[in-house]
T-cell receptor, first 115, second 113 residues
Framework: NAGVMQNPRHLVRRRGQEARLRCSPMKGHSHVYWYRQLPEEGLKFMVYLQKENIIDESGMPKERFSAEFPKEGPSILRIQQVVRGDSAAYFC?????????????FGQGTRLTVV | GQQLNQSPQSMFIQEGEDVSMNCTSSSIFNTWLWYKQDPGEGPVLLIALYKAGELTSNGRLTAQFGITRKDSFLNISASIPSDVGIYFCAGRDGSSNTGKLIFGQGTTLQVKP
C-alpha cells in the first residue's frame, strides 16, 4: 500500500514560469490537504480538497495559486508566474475523512526553487 | 490568526538524556498532534491527543494534552542518535470541521553520541 506520492521531489523554475506540483493520495483517501513550509518554519495550511471540490482555500494566496483534485488523477497545485518568495517545500497530505482520529498522512514534499 | 508557540527552538543534548518540549496556543484546541520531520522528508505522526488532560505514550515518547486545552508537551526519554530531527506540534481548533492543522515553528533536536 503505497503512501502519499508527490512529484516532482525537486523543481527549479525561473521567475515568471509556471510550477505544477502533483499529489497522489493514498489508496482509498478522498481528502487532500496542501501545506507550504518556508525554510526553518512550520507548515502553513493552504487548501483542502475533496474529489472535484475545493472545501477550504483560506490559506491560499489570492493570486497566482490554484488547486484542483479531479475525479480521475492526482491533485495539482499550480503556481503561475512564480517569484522568488514562492521558493519553499510544498507538502500534500491525504486522509480517508477529515474527522479527528483519522489523521492525514504526509507525502515527502516537493521542494520548489525559483531562480 | 491563530498561532502556536513552540519551545525551545533547538536543543543539543547528550545521548541518554531526557528531552522536553512544549507548545502553547492563543486559543482552545480540541486536538493536539506531535510530528517528527527528518531532512528532506515529510512530517511523520508520533502521537495524537484528543481529550484535555490526556497523557499518551509511544515507546520512549510521552505527550500530554493540557487541561486548559491551550498547551501540550512532548517528552523523549533516554534519547538516542536516531531521535535527531525537527519536532513539530500541531493543533486543530473546534471551529474547524475540515481537519486542517496549525503547526508550531518546530524544535530542532541534536543528539551527541
Amino acid at each position: 500500500n503505497a503512501g502519499v506520492m508527490q512529484n516532482p521531489r525537486h523543481l527549479v523554475r525561473r521567475r515568471g514560469q509556471e510550477a505544477r506540483l502533483r499529489c497522489s493520495p493514498m489508496k482509498g483517501h478522498s481528502h487532500v490537504y496542501w501545506y507550504r513550509q518556508l525554510p526553518e518554519e512550520g507548515l502553513k495550511f493552504m487548501v483542502y480538497l475533496q474529489k472535484e471540490n475545493i472545501i477550504d482555500e483560506s490559506g491560499m494566496p489570492k493570486e497566482r495559486f490554484s488547486a484542483e483534485f479531479p475525479k480521475e488523477g492526482p491533485s495539482i497545485l499550480r503556481i503561475q508566474q512564480v517569484v522568488r518568495g514562492d521558493s519553499a517545500a510544498y507538502f500534500c497530505a491525504s486522509s480517508p475523512y477529515p474527522n479527528p482520529g483519522s489523521e492525514a498522512f504526509f507525502g515527502q514534499g516537493t521542494r520548489l526553487t525559483v531562480v | 490568526g491563530q498561532q502556536l508557540n513552540q519551545s525551545p527552538q533547538s536543543m543539543f543534548i547528550q545521548e541518554g538524556e531526557d528531552v522536553s518540549m512544549n507548545c502553547t496556543s492563543s486559543s482552545i484546541f480540541n486536538t493536539w498532534l506531535w510530528y517528527k520531520q527528518d531532512p528532506g522528508e515529510g512530517p511523520v505522526l508520533l502521537i495524537a491527543l484528543y481529550k484535555a488532560g490526556e497523557l499518551t505514550s509511544n515507546g520512549r515518547l510521552t505527550a500530554q494534552f493540557g487541561i486548559t486545552r491551550k498547551d501540550s508537551f512532548l517528552n523523549i526519554s533516554a534519547s538516542i542518535p536516531s531521535d535527531v530531527g525537527i519536532y513539530f506540534c500541531a493543533g486543530r481548533d473546534g471551529s474547524s470541521n475540515t481537519g486542517k492543522l496549525i503547526f508550531g515553528q518546530g524544535t530542532t533536536l541534536q543528539v551527541k553520541p
